[in-house]
């Protein structure tokens, strides 16, 4: 067999040299976030679009911190993000291991309709939706961030997760059943292991998606002990001027629970590839 070529040092120092400008144009906003946000007030314009600011400060974090509101909007946000990801992923994961595993009458119906909640823009249900939560009395309340939310996230957590049922053989179960295992101990000790991926990646979408999420907490929350930390970043937009520094120094801390959240599950996400699947 012949040789095999090897790869021109050119074309080898070319990828990694657009994979650096890829992951530097990618960094570059949130670099520029934190940039704006260790600027004092004072220089944030004269300094103008200086790679980093003749004078650094924390001002602009103390005052997010301690002088403003925004720790109750985070803490919040933090509330509706992790109660949405955990009861979306738990029905979702019912909902998709029974897609995967049971055939039932009305079932394509049932998987139509979910696929046609999708189709709709949200400005045209926002309105539906806000008279339906104000005739039930969740207006101005968390609950109804939640509840939303996790309505809007199920039909697609739910697909996510038969995709992760569907390539974990039947016969695993089976086998399992034949040792004495009932379903639900099979699916316990059997399929869950083998599906802690799709469940760490439908909590990371799901969270994501409500912790960002701003069009509904914007219409339904009024009250401000019940904003989320999107509507809340709007508090530092006045009339006449916007408080750069420290809006930038809010969105740094709002990034916090996002990577810790992700760090968290990564642990789960390379946990699920190799347990399971053999037996003890």
């Known amino acids: 067999m012949a040789a095999l070529r090897r790869t021109p040092p050119a074309l080898v120092a ?9 992951v530097a144009f990618a960094l570059f906003p949130l670099y520029w976030l934190l940039k704006i946000a ?11 679009t200086a790679l980093w600011p003749s004078e650094l400060t924390l001002d602009n974090f103390r005052t997010v911190i301690f002088q403003s509101d925004f720790m109750a909007y985070f803490r919040n946000s933090v509330t509706v993000s992790l109660s949405t990801a955990a009861a979306t992923t738990l029905i979702a994961a019912a909902a998709g291991y029974a897609f995967s ?19 709709f823009p949200l400005l045209m249900i926002i309105a539906p ?17 939640i509840v939303v939310y996790t309505a809007f996230n199920i039909p697609f957590a739910t697909f996510l997760m ?13 086998a399992a059943m034949i040792d004495g295992c009932t379903r639900l101990q099979a699916l316990r000790v059997v399929i869950l292991p083998l599906t802690l991926p799709g469940l760490g990646a439908t909590l990371g979408f799901v969270f994501t998606a409500a912790w960002s999420e ?8 009024n009250s401000n002990d019940a904003m989320t930390f999107p509507v ?12 750069w520094g420290q809006m930038m120094a809010a969105g740094v801390l709002a990034l916090v629970p996002s990577c810790l959240f992700f760090l968290f599950i990564q642990r789960y996400l390379v946990q699920g590839l190799t347990s399971g699947a053999v037996k003890g």
């Open 38 to 48: 260790l600027t004092p007030d004072t220089l944030i314009f004269s300094d103008g």
């Open 14 to 22: 070319g990828k990694y040299a657009a994979i650096a400008a890829y």
């Open 162 to 174: 038969q995709s992760f049922f569907d390539g974990i053989p039947r016969d695993l179960e089976e």
């Open 101 to 119: 595993r049971f055939t039932f009458r009305g079932k394509r119906w049932v998987v139509a309709l979910m696929l046609l909640t999708q189709m």
């Open 214 to 221: 701003l069009l509904f907490a914007l219409m339904l929350i």
């Open 129 to 145: 939706i806000y008279k339906l939560v104000a005739a039930i009395g969740l207006l101005n309340s968390l609950t109804s961030l």
């Open 232 to 243: 809340g970043l709007l508090t530092f937009v006045s009339k006449f001027s916007v408080d």
